[in-house]
Structure formats: structure tokens, C-alpha cells
């Protein structure tokens, strides 16, 4: 169990390693974030930040000596950047972002638990692609094997046409067959040091142009029905990682059961609503998890959740969105507003006060 007055270190300096830094201060904790240059919003929040390159093997050394554990607050940090991490100091384990980053090893894992993901197929090249559509069929969407996130990294394929006339990506890519389903939905979980597992409630997700516009709860029958196998194949995912913190997958709620989409290994986005909406938000889980403390209460403490992101240019009006009394505003305090960035979210709580 980690000491207050311990230093944590987050690898990362975007909004969720802000709020991890946030949770971290509550509990009587240190952060220090480490991050190359650009906007790292959490980096006025942190005690300290580091600002080096992932692969500055000097500057990771030092920053590692620093900190008692360290984590990380989005998927992309490089394997090799958390593998230069003493073993015993980071959580989760860097065999969770090895499987994560590549969206063909991901799936073959899934598939040895007994999980199920869209139909998909290993693409290299043009020829590649017209055989997976040919396959699989279409519509269906091109997504690269890395890096990609919030729509980015992905193209629909209406037809075999399509297919013909993209131009490849030079890079290692997966087709992933059609899926009819009925709602998008996450399960997020914390797991501790001891094995412990907890699940939030789940929320109906709403996409547009690739990026999660709102979560909502209750999810509705058609995703309730649904995520107590949904929950089963996470805790799998959970115990085969050895994983600490909180991860989280979403999925696809059909006619035939949950379907897997991805996985990340780490706070969401479709968790942000806990930090009003649960006893326990899932940042102060995770903190919780990676020092080795009692994990909190997961319930959910209100009636109905809706979470919403502010995108781009809407921040400018954010404020306005406090004149609403169920109203909870977080303001990432990113400087640019470009178009389809994520520049913060408002959290609605509903109340039954009928009793």
C-alpha cells in the first residue's frame, strides 16, 4: 500500500492523466507527468511534469527514480517507453498496451478467451483488400492495425468499388466485416493488486464522425440484456493481463449477443459520468488500484446519467451549459479548439426524489 505523500507517475499529459492527477492530489498523493512537447493540458494539475521524448532513455530513468508507481493515461505510450519502467513500479503491466496497440493481436486475443469480435481479416496491401470484401462482404471499414483513435485511421468500404479505388495506407491494416446491432455500450472495470474486480454500470454510447458524442444510463434493455457475458469476457481480459486499474472494452449489443470492438487499458471516456454519477469515480479507482488501496464503491448514485463531450469551437459557449442545475462542467483547458478535438464534457445527473 502506497504511503501518502508517495509520488505516482502518469505517463501522458492529456485530459484523463489531468483527472488521474486530480484523484491522486484527494488522496494525498504526488503526480509527476511525463510527456514529449505539445499541449499537456494535465501538466499545471501534476506536482511536477517531464517533458522529453518517449524514447529519451536518460530522462525516463530519472523520472522513473522519482516516482513510487508509475501509470499511464492513454494507449499509445510506445511498449518500450513503459517496458523501460522498473517492472515492479508500473501498473498496469506492459503486456496490457502491447495487446491493445495492435488491432490484430487484440482480436486474436479475444478470440482465445472465448470472446467475439466482427468478422475482420488481415490486410497488407490492395489485393488484401478486395479479398477480405470479397470475403467478408461489405460494407465494412479499413482500420489501421495502430494508432488510430476517435475515427481516425479508418475508412468505410460501401463496395468492392471502394475498395478498388482507395489508396492504400502503407501500413498493416485489419478489414472488419458489417455488424447490425442495436447500441454501442462499454464495461468498465477496476481490477487490484489482489485480484479484486469491480464493474461500474454500463451506458448506452452515441457516436458521430467516429468520436463518442454522449453516454447515457440507463443503457436500455437492449444493452442490459446483454452485459453480464459482456462483463465475463472483460474479467477474462482482466485476469489473463494480471492487469491493475481500471481497463475498459465496448461493444457491439445484437440479435446474437455482445460483440467485441476494442479494448483500452485505461480510464474512458464512456466512464467519465463516475465522477459525479458513482460513489467512486473511475480516476479515483485507478489511483486507488495502482497505489494498493481498497478499491470504492462502483454504484451508481443516480436515477439516469447523461454524460456529453464538448467538441472543438462548442467550448466557447460552455458556460452557458451552467444555467441547466444538473449541470457539471469539465473543462479540459486545451488552448486550440480545433474541429473534432475533445476540448471537455458536461456530466447531467437525474435524481429520483420521489421517495
Excluded at 449541470?327 to 420521489?354: C, I, N, P
Aim: charged letters at 25%.
Amino acid at each position: 500500500m502506497l504511503a501518502r505523500g508517495s509520488t505516482i507517475g502518469i505517463l501522458g499529459g492529456g485530459q484523463l492523466g489531468r483527472m488521474m492527477a486530480m484523484s491522486a492530489a484527494q488522496l494525498g498523493y504526488h503526480t509527476i507527468g511525463y510527456a514529449p512537447e505539445g499541449d499537456n493540458v494535465s501538466g499545471p494539475v501534476n506536482d511536477d511534469f517531464v517533458t522529453a521524448a518517449w524514447d529519451d532513455g536518460e530522462a525516463l530513468a530519472s523520472f522513473a527514480a522519482r516516482c513510487d508507481v508509475v501509470t499511464w493515461e492513454f494507449e499509445n505510450v510506445p511498449v518500450d517507453t513503459a517496458r523501460a519502467i522498473p517492472a515492479d513500479k508500473i501498473f498496469p503491466g506492459p503486456l496490457a498496451l502491447e495487446t491493445a496497440q495492435d488491432r490484430l493481436t487484440e482480436k486474436r486475443f479475444i478470440e482465445g478467451l472465448g470472446g467475439r469480435p466482427a468478422a475482420y481479416a488481415k490486410v497488407d496491401s490492395s489485393l488484401d483488400l478486395v479479398a477480405a470484401v470479397d470475403r467478408l462482404g461489405a460494407p465494412g471499414i479499413l482500420k489501421t492495425r495502430r494508432d488510430g483513435y476517435d475515427g481516425k485511421g479508418q475508412w468505410r468500404i460501401g463496395s468492392s468499388r471502394d475498395a478498388d479505388a482507395l489508396r492504400f495506407p502503407d501500413v498493416p491494416c485489419v478489414y472488419e466485416g458489417f455488424v447490425e446491432f442495436d447500441a454501442e455500450f462499454s464495461v468498465i472495470l477496476v481490477r487490484g493488486q489482489d485480484g479484486e474486480i469491480r464493474f461500474w454500470d454500463s451506458t448506452r454510447n452515441v457516436h458521430e464522425g467516429g468520436i463518442l458524442a454522449a453516454s447515457h444510463f440507463p443503457a436500455g434493455n437492449s444493452v442490459s440484456e446483454q452485459v453480464a457475458p459482456a462483463r465475463e469476457l472483460a474479467r477474462k481480459v482482466a485476469d489473463a493481463l494480471k492487469y491493475v486499474g481500471v481497463l475498459t472494452l465496448e461493444f457491439f449489443a445484437t440479435h446474437e449477443g455482445p460483440i467485441f470492438n476494442e479494448m483500452a487499458p485505461r480510464v474512458h471516456n464512456s466512464g467519465h459520468w463516475t465522477i459525479e454519477g458513482a460513489a467512486t469515480s473511475q480516476f479515483e479507482n485507478h489511483i486507488r488500484a495502482v497505489a494498493g488501496l481498497p478499491l470504492g464503491d462502483t454504484r451508481t448514485t443516480a436515477s439516469a446519467v447523461e454524460m456529453r463531450n464538448i467538441i472543438g469551437s462548442e467550448i466557447d459557449g460552455a458556460h452557458a451549459l451552467l444555467k441547466d442545475n444538473a449541470a457539471h462542467l469539465h473543462d479540459y483547458g486545451k488552448a486550440e479548439a480545433s474541429e473534432g478535438r475533445k476540448m471537455g464534457h458536461v456530466t447531467r445527473l437525474f435524481l429520483d426524489t420521489r421517495g
